[in-house]
C-alpha cells in the first residue's frame, strides 16, 4: 500500500515535467507547484480523496481589481458556461472583482504528455478568458459604460 504524501509526490512530480515543456515551474514548500502562463499566475496542487482516487487541482488567476460592474460579471458568468475545462469564479472585494479558474480531476495513469495536454487546454482557456475580460473592462472604461 502506498502512502498518500508518496502518491500525491508523485503525481506532482509528472505534473511539474508536462509544465516544465511549456513554463518555468516554482516547486513551494508545500509541494504546490506555481507557473506563470503569460500574466496568468497559476496552481497545481494534488490530494488523494480515496484509495486509488488522487486528483490534481489547478487554479489560475485569471484577472484581479476588475470594475465591479454588473456586464463585466455577466460576461464572466456567461463565458463560465462555455467553458469544458474549469469553474469559473468571480469574488467581488473591495477593490473591484477577482476571477478564478479551477479544474480539478483524476490524475492516475496519465502519462507525461498527456497531462502536459491537460494542464496546457486549461490554462490557454484563463489566458483567453483573461483577455476577453481586460477588453470587456476596458471598453466600459472608454465608453463610460455604466450599467444599471
Known amino acids: 500500500m502506498t502512502s498518500e504524501a508518496v502518491t500525491t509526490a508523485d503525481l506532482l512530480t509528472k505534473a511539474r515535467e508536462a509544465l516544465e515543456s511549456y513554463h518555468d515551474v516554482n516547486v513551494d514548500d508545500?509541494?504546490?507547484l506555481t507557473f506563470r502562463h503569460g500574466d496568468v499566475p497559476s496552481a497545481v496542487q494534488a490530494m488523494q480523496l480515496a484509495e486509488g482516487l488522487t486528483v490534481l487541482s489547478l487554479t489560475c488567476v485569471v484577472a484581479w481589481d476588475l470594475p465591479d460592474e454588473p456586464a463585466l460579471a455577466i460576461s464572466a458568468a456567461e463565458r463560465?458556461?462555455?467553458g469544458l475545462f474549469g469553474t469559473l469564479g468571480v469574488?467581488?472585494?473591495d477593490r473591484g472583482m477577482d476571477v478564478t479558474l479551477r479544474y480539478a480531476f483524476p490524475a492516475d495513469g496519465l502519462g507525461v504528455s498527456a497531462l502536459g495536454t491537460l494542464?496546457?487546454?486549461v490554462?490557454?482557456?484563463a489566458s483567453q478568458l483573461r483577455t476577453e475580460l481586460l477588453?470587456?473592462?476596458s471598453e466600459q472604461s472608454a465608453t463610460g459604460d455604466s450599467p444599471t
Do not use: K, N
Open 80 to 82: 463560465a458556461g462555455q
Open 135 to 137: 477588453g470587456t473592462a
Open 91 to 93: 469574488v467581488h472585494t
Open 119 to 121: 494542464l496546457m487546454l
Open 30 to 32: 508545500d509541494g504546490a
Open 123 to 125: 490554462v490557454s482557456t
